[in-house]
Protein backbone atom coordinates (compact mmCIF):
# COMPACT_ATOMS: atom_id res chain seq x y z
CA UNK A 1 0.00 0.00 0.00
CA UNK A 2 0.98 3.46 -0.70
CA UNK A 3 -0.53 5.09 2.29
CA UNK A 4 -0.89 8.99 1.36
CA UNK A 5 0.88 10.01 -1.87
CA UNK A 6 1.50 13.74 -2.60
CA UNK A 7 2.02 15.30 -5.89
CA UNK A 8 4.59 17.36 -6.70
CA UNK A 9 7.33 17.05 -4.26
CA UNK A 10 8.69 20.97 -4.92
CA UNK A 11 7.11 23.49 -6.98
CA UNK A 12 7.81 27.16 -7.48
CA UNK A 13 5.50 29.48 -8.57
CA UNK A 14 5.70 33.18 -8.84
CA UNK A 15 3.27 35.64 -7.06
CA UNK A 16 -0.26 35.70 -8.61
CA UNK A 17 0.13 32.39 -9.83
CA UNK A 18 -2.68 29.29 -9.51
CA UNK A 19 -1.45 25.88 -8.59
CA UNK A 20 -3.42 22.67 -7.37
CA UNK A 21 -1.80 20.31 -4.94
CA UNK A 22 -2.75 16.75 -5.35
CA UNK A 23 -3.17 13.82 -2.40
CA UNK A 24 -4.51 10.81 -2.92
CA UNK A 25 -4.86 8.09 0.02
CA UNK A 26 -6.02 3.96 -0.79
CA UNK A 27 -6.47 3.36 2.94
CA UNK A 28 -10.44 4.06 2.58
CA UNK A 29 -9.98 6.88 5.19
CA UNK A 30 -13.05 8.81 5.92
CA UNK A 31 -11.27 12.00 7.28
CA UNK A 32 -8.57 14.10 5.19
CA UNK A 33 -6.62 17.01 5.89
CA UNK A 34 -4.42 19.76 4.65
CA UNK A 35 -1.50 21.48 6.93
CA UNK A 36 1.05 23.57 6.28
CA UNK A 37 4.42 23.83 8.38
CA UNK A 38 6.81 26.70 8.63
CA UNK A 39 9.83 26.68 10.45
CA UNK A 40 9.77 27.00 13.87
CA UNK A 41 6.26 26.55 14.30
CA UNK A 42 3.70 23.57 14.59
CA UNK A 43 1.62 22.38 11.88
CA UNK A 44 -1.44 24.58 11.07
CA UNK A 45 -4.42 22.92 9.90
CA UNK A 46 -5.81 24.78 6.51
CA UNK A 47 -8.66 22.88 5.71
CA UNK A 48 -10.01 19.52 5.93
CA UNK A 49 -12.75 16.85 5.23
CA UNK A 50 -14.94 14.29 7.00
CA UNK A 51 -16.26 12.21 4.01
CA UNK A 52 -16.40 12.67 0.49
CA UNK A 53 -18.19 15.66 -0.99
CA UNK A 54 -17.95 17.61 2.02
CA UNK A 55 -14.86 19.80 3.44
CA UNK A 56 -14.23 23.02 6.32
CA UNK A 57 -11.83 25.19 7.23
CA UNK A 58 -9.45 25.24 9.43
CA UNK A 59 -6.56 27.80 11.56
CA UNK A 60 -5.52 29.17 8.25
CA UNK A 61 -7.94 28.60 5.34
CA UNK A 62 -7.06 32.41 3.65
CA UNK A 63 -5.70 32.18 0.14
CA UNK A 64 -6.98 28.42 -0.13
CA UNK A 65 -9.62 26.17 -1.54
CA UNK A 66 -10.07 22.76 -1.24
CA UNK A 67 -12.10 19.74 -3.18
CA UNK A 68 -13.19 15.98 -2.38
CA UNK A 69 -15.10 14.40 -4.94
CA UNK A 70 -13.68 11.18 -4.48
CA UNK A 71 -13.30 9.57 -1.15
CA UNK A 72 -9.89 8.80 -1.57
CA UNK A 73 -8.92 12.30 -2.79
CA UNK A 74 -8.37 15.65 -1.81
CA UNK A 75 -7.07 18.38 -3.79
CA UNK A 76 -5.86 22.26 -2.15
CA UNK A 77 -5.84 24.73 -4.84
CA UNK A 78 -4.02 28.34 -4.61
CA UNK A 79 -5.68 30.75 -6.43
CA UNK A 80 -3.00 33.43 -6.58
CA UNK A 81 -0.08 32.74 -4.79
CA UNK A 82 1.44 34.94 -2.28
CA UNK A 83 5.06 34.86 -0.80
CA UNK A 84 3.22 34.35 2.64
CA UNK A 85 2.20 31.07 1.52
CA UNK A 86 5.79 29.87 0.97
CA UNK A 87 5.81 26.49 2.86
CA UNK A 88 5.80 22.73 3.34
CA UNK A 89 2.46 21.60 2.77
CA UNK A 90 1.38 17.96 4.31
CA UNK A 91 -1.72 15.78 3.71
CA UNK A 92 -2.26 13.55 6.16
CA UNK A 93 -5.75 10.94 6.64
CA UNK A 94 -7.09 8.94 9.14
CA UNK A 95 -10.10 6.24 9.92
CA UNK A 96 -11.73 7.88 12.87
CA UNK A 97 -11.59 10.91 15.35
CA UNK A 98 -9.70 8.62 18.07
CA UNK A 99 -7.19 7.25 15.46
CA UNK A 100 -3.74 8.72 14.50
CA UNK A 101 -3.02 10.23 11.42
CA UNK A 102 -1.40 9.10 8.03
CA UNK A 103 1.17 11.57 6.90
CA UNK A 104 2.23 12.24 3.30
CA UNK A 105 5.69 13.41 3.09
CA UNK A 106 5.17 16.71 1.42
CA UNK A 107 5.07 18.92 -0.90
CA UNK A 108 7.87 22.18 -0.95
CA UNK A 109 6.37 25.29 -2.50
CA UNK A 110 8.07 28.28 -2.78
CA UNK A 111 6.59 31.45 -4.18
CA UNK A 112 8.79 34.54 -5.58
CA UNK B 1 -7.32 29.41 23.72
CA UNK B 2 -6.10 25.57 23.43
CA UNK B 3 -3.18 25.15 23.03
CA UNK B 4 -0.30 22.28 23.27
CA UNK B 5 3.27 23.07 24.12
CA UNK B 6 6.75 21.66 24.89
CA UNK B 7 9.06 22.34 27.58
CA UNK B 8 12.24 22.00 25.97
CA UNK B 9 12.76 22.78 21.68
CA UNK B 10 16.09 20.88 21.76
CA UNK B 11 17.49 17.44 23.97
CA UNK B 12 20.55 16.34 23.32
CA UNK B 13 21.22 12.70 24.49
CA UNK B 14 23.74 10.05 24.54
CA UNK B 15 23.58 6.95 22.50
CA UNK B 16 22.12 4.24 24.95
CA UNK B 17 20.59 6.70 27.37
CA UNK B 18 17.16 7.02 27.69
CA UNK B 19 15.29 10.28 26.27
CA UNK B 20 12.27 12.20 27.93
CA UNK B 21 10.47 14.94 25.94
CA UNK B 22 7.25 16.62 27.50
CA UNK B 23 4.60 18.25 26.51
CA UNK B 24 1.73 20.72 28.01
CA UNK B 25 -1.39 20.86 27.19
CA UNK B 26 -4.21 22.97 28.15
CA UNK B 27 -7.55 21.53 26.80
CA UNK B 28 -8.87 19.45 29.95
CA UNK B 29 -11.58 17.91 27.07
CA UNK B 30 -9.08 16.75 25.02
CA UNK B 31 -9.38 12.71 25.06
CA UNK B 32 -6.73 11.59 22.67
CA UNK B 33 -3.14 11.96 22.60
CA UNK B 34 -0.27 11.11 20.20
CA UNK B 35 3.22 11.53 19.24
CA UNK B 36 4.90 12.05 16.47
CA UNK B 37 8.17 11.48 15.06
CA UNK B 38 9.56 13.85 11.80
CA UNK B 39 12.53 13.18 9.98
CA UNK B 40 14.67 15.57 8.12
CA UNK B 41 12.56 16.46 4.54
CA UNK B 42 9.82 13.86 5.54
CA UNK B 43 6.36 13.77 6.63
CA UNK B 44 5.32 12.99 10.42
CA UNK B 45 5.04 9.14 11.83
CA UNK B 46 2.89 8.13 14.38
CA UNK B 47 5.00 6.48 16.72
CA UNK B 48 2.36 6.43 19.82
CA UNK B 49 -0.89 7.42 21.45
CA UNK B 50 -2.85 7.46 24.71
CA UNK B 51 -6.39 7.45 25.19
CA UNK B 52 -7.64 10.12 27.82
CA UNK B 53 -8.90 7.03 30.58
CA UNK B 54 -5.30 5.85 30.53
CA UNK B 55 -2.34 7.48 32.02
CA UNK B 56 0.62 4.92 30.36
CA UNK B 57 0.84 2.84 27.42
CA UNK B 58 4.41 1.32 26.34
CA UNK B 59 5.37 -0.09 22.70
CA UNK B 60 8.54 -0.88 21.49
CA UNK B 61 11.31 1.27 23.45
CA UNK B 62 8.26 3.82 23.69
CA UNK B 63 6.36 4.81 26.88
CA UNK B 64 3.77 7.76 26.74
CA UNK B 65 2.61 8.20 30.07
CA UNK B 66 -0.37 10.93 30.49
CA UNK B 67 -0.91 13.07 33.86
CA UNK B 68 -4.79 14.75 33.37
CA UNK B 69 -4.18 16.48 36.71
CA UNK B 70 -1.37 18.63 35.66
CA UNK B 71 -2.28 18.27 31.67
CA UNK B 72 1.20 16.80 30.67
CA UNK B 73 2.46 14.31 28.45
CA UNK B 74 5.56 12.73 28.19
CA UNK B 75 7.13 10.48 25.99
CA UNK B 76 10.16 8.12 27.09
CA UNK B 77 12.50 6.77 24.48
CA UNK B 78 14.37 3.78 26.02
CA UNK B 79 18.00 3.12 25.04
CA UNK B 80 17.96 5.64 22.27
CA UNK B 81 19.57 5.10 18.83
CA UNK B 82 21.21 7.32 16.44
CA UNK B 83 18.30 6.84 14.50
CA UNK B 84 15.99 8.28 17.15
CA UNK B 85 17.89 11.59 16.01
CA UNK B 86 14.19 13.76 14.64
CA UNK B 87 11.89 16.25 15.61
CA UNK B 88 9.09 15.00 18.26
CA UNK B 89 6.17 16.70 18.38
CA UNK B 90 2.82 15.86 20.71
CA UNK B 91 -0.97 16.49 19.45
CA UNK B 92 -4.01 16.28 21.66
CA UNK B 93 -7.25 15.51 19.59
CA UNK B 94 -10.61 16.36 20.56
CA UNK B 95 -13.51 15.76 17.74
CA UNK B 96 -12.09 16.07 14.20
CA UNK B 97 -9.33 18.36 14.80
CA UNK B 98 -5.57 17.95 15.91
CA UNK B 99 -3.44 20.55 17.60
CA UNK B 100 0.43 20.05 17.46
CA UNK B 101 3.19 21.37 19.55
CA UNK B 102 5.90 23.06 18.02
CA UNK B 103 8.13 20.20 18.17
CA UNK B 104 11.27 18.98 20.10
CA UNK B 105 14.30 18.43 18.28
CA UNK B 106 16.02 15.21 19.42
CA UNK B 107 19.93 15.05 19.02
CA UNK B 108 21.65 11.64 19.62
CA UNK B 109 25.52 11.90 20.29
CA UNK B 110 27.47 8.75 19.46
Known amino acids: NAGVTQTPKFRVLKTGQSMTLLCAQDMNHEYMYWYRQDPGMGLRLIHYSVGEGTTAKGEVPDGYNVSRLKKQNFLLGLESAAPSQTSVYFCASKTGTLYGYTFGSGTRLTVV | GESVGLHLPTLSVQEGDNSIINCAYS??????FIWYKQESGKGPQFIID?????DKRQGQRVTVLLNKTVKHLSLQIAATQPGDSAVYFC?????????FGAGTRLFVKA
Open chain 2, 27 to 32: NSASDY
Open chain 2, 91 to 99: AETGGFKTI
Open chain 2, 50 to 54: IRSNM
